[in-house]
């Protein structure tokens, strides 16, 4: 069911972005050339969390204390990414988060699990948690928690949500109503997806992103002016659904004025970090309009120049980082000196910054010309 | 009691950086303007921790299961900032380290609880007592310790300080001998505000920061080569006597050796980063000299460029960690590779480089006159 | 035994390193100047985990409670380093591990111990483990191990290995069948240095680092292409038998064709970070061919300027938070994005423009002429 594996490796875009970090450079005569990648690298990288395909390469004999046995040669093996395609064809790893054996479901609601995909700097979730309120009390108080109890009673088996009491588990009062139904659908309470590329976004309507396109002709449900595109996400109606869900989580706690103003506050950081996103996209648009680097206008490799690293950066760790702490009433930090609004703005600045350098180098060789 | 709120949100001189970090950006026409900022930024950002000005804005009407019922209207809510500002005017919130409702002992004296707002990088005391020898021991045993007896029993109660031991907890020995009063007062036992701005000086004589000014008319204890402003900070008597405080703890399990050699390296890391952050601080001095860019002889904000924001790096961040990770004994890492040493050389000979870049092009500019 | 002393502070080159990063630094008239550096800084920085020289300067009188009594005045104390050289000449400190009084075994065995020293970002190993399944089942799972069973059964005593359990523990099946002999010489089940100087290679056949040599006459185990010098490191049969050792221990979880597969990805891994490390040699070799900073061919300090400084950055953050990733199966992220393949390409890119930029500029100075 989990589409990590196509959503990555079948999105164009993404394909340009993983060759820039993932394959081999090799620097000669002056030049610096990306050449190949390799399945090694991308199975401990990318298809770590995403997951690989598993593939049957053929048969191989072993000796084993019961005497030579056959096994299947596997491709893409081991791996327990989420979005795994295994050699039958069905899609999912439930070890990602149940490990093998117990199959446990004690693990599966304890946080530190999920920090294997979730800690950062691209998706700084786990981190956020620790420093919330939530974790201080989940790590003081975890041991007087009942992990196993299902349905999981909110106040009587725990008394600080974890990861999946907000995301995933059926959760009931201590009188057994049910507050909230179990999902193993991700984006069931959420509507955002605050991991938007390069901007956050309503959540998109279905998981498998294949046919999601922008007005430009990329593979993403937002323009570049950090619009959504309708057509492939969540209406107004329907985000406000997801986000009742959600809500009834955290009224099981929380005074409603508290649940609305931390809501409020993150629709805000959602837009405030969108439109620093998109002054960075601006200063980038510049600099391709200068021919000082090549990106969509010259149709090539949006990730490999410089600055265009310094505005992925600014997406894809500073922005996400500020809406995670404010997703998930994160602290301080998160917000601001931890890959928040500190590093934002200071790499807008530096954006700034390199393209006057550009120029100033530019008017340079003119003048000698 | 808590001044965290005035301190930061009256200070000109903060208020300057945090507009720079916090507020909305434009790039238009090829210039880069920092507009205003809002509230809601504010809250989950500096005044996450510092606290918000809680304040009823008039009274909303919600249908409840008791009827129709008229609850009022927060500014500012929800927050659990240490120096929040509470609507009947009273500072500070308890349930900052006593979480709400169970106002537990046990959670306040666990560090983990405190990493919500000391984890950096600006402050990142969490992080080093993690790797410390203490950490290490918390980590393994805590299991073991006791963490609601009072008065707390060193070596009885626990066999390794967390936070709330050195910092505030009413110590007894295992007789019951007082080894270090209770205090919230969180700079009883300190000598040195190792989170100086910009430079680390002995601890203000007031919590209450607002009359602090320097030779220069900046709200600062400390001169900007880093002399302290005698008037405002502790004299040295004073600063033995809380650091007394300090020992009489460490003491309890360390011997007289052991403990004078900790805080002469202490004293040491204090004396050597400021010095660094003093080297860093002339090096942007000649840059505002050339004009490069406008800071405090030009009296403008002295946060908002390319090297000021690399200036601020070196204190904020980088002499920070250095310091944090000496008075905690906490390891190679956070004095050197983690945001200490390595980084604080780095940054100075980049600062310098780039003042040495902004020569180079401005001679090439006469040139082309 | 631990020869972490010797190895740092008798290897010229390494020396060369500890002076750009501690020693201090002074501008003055547009040029910054390194000096000396102090004991006191090396003591809480390299050090403190490499080990000090511990020495009797003298003998101080204090008053006890028993009357006036002499103690040893000890320089480079105190200290837990591993490598410490202690007042009778013998090398080495239980303590690093088996904290003092206690002596624990239990504490030994369980990985925040080791993140004293292992953390990061030279030696992310720590974060590593907590993010991998052995760290998230250990998290979930510890309170039901059993950390003081000697020898230590697997899948009995403990379900999932902590950083013990791989290097050093005497490790048994449940029926008693040793799986692996104790060990306190670390690499005894470790075929490649992963932390290399730049480049990771065999592991040396010495502990005691001090008569290697390259061609060059630097004192490392390897070229600056990266070719191991086969003398002082472990040939292939030795690395074999070496990762024998740690794959019997693999093997009581996992199959053949995952163990296998795993090292696979490492041997990958290894040759991939090394052959990036090369690049950025070879684009360094240019910069220093083109004098534009002053490293080997000069004679100089080749860690003191900026690219000297980016290129170090690659081979002792990037390219080892991507190795130790590689080798504990630590996740996507210390593999991409937490200081891994995303920050190697992306400094790798910016080494380049600097060599441009230094370029550009020559090329107007000498117009200017």
Known sequence: MAHAYGNLVDNTLYQDFTKVVN???????????????????????????????????GLVTRDTDYGELE?????????????????????????????????SIEIARKPSTCSECHKGPDV???KVYEVSKHGNIYQSKMSDFNFTEVPWRVGTDFTAPTCAACH?????????????????QYNDRLSWRLFGVPYAHPHPIDANLEKVVNSQGLPLAVELNGEPVAEFVLSKEQQL???????????????TQWVENHFKRLDNTIHTTNRMTYQATKILSDIWAGGFEKGL??????FDEQTERMWTTIWLFYANSSRFASAMAGGGDYAVFANGRYQTTEQLRKLL???KLYRALEEKEEVEK
């Open 124 to 126: 700084p979730a786990y």
């Open 297 to 302: 206008p010259q149709g090539e490799n949006i």
């Open 353 to 355: 910054d390199q393209l």
């Open 23 to 57: 394959n081999h450079y090799t620097y000669e005569k002056g030049q610096l050339t990306i050449g190949e990648g390799d399945m090694l690298t991308e199975y401990e990288s990318c298809l770590y969390c995403h997951g690989t395909k598993v593939e049957v390469k």
């Open 241 to 255: 659904e997801n986000n009742n869900r959600m809500k009834a989580v955290c009224l099981t706690c929380h005074s």
């Open 168 to 184: 995933a588990s059926l959760l009931v009062s201590p009188e057994g109503e049910v507050i909230a139904e179990r999902t193993h």
């Open 71 to 103: 096994f299947p040669d596997l491709e893409g093996w081991p791996n327990q990414g989420v979005g795994r395609i295994n050699p039958d064809g069905s899609l999912g790893a439930c070890s990602s988060c149940h490990t093998r054996h117990s199959f």
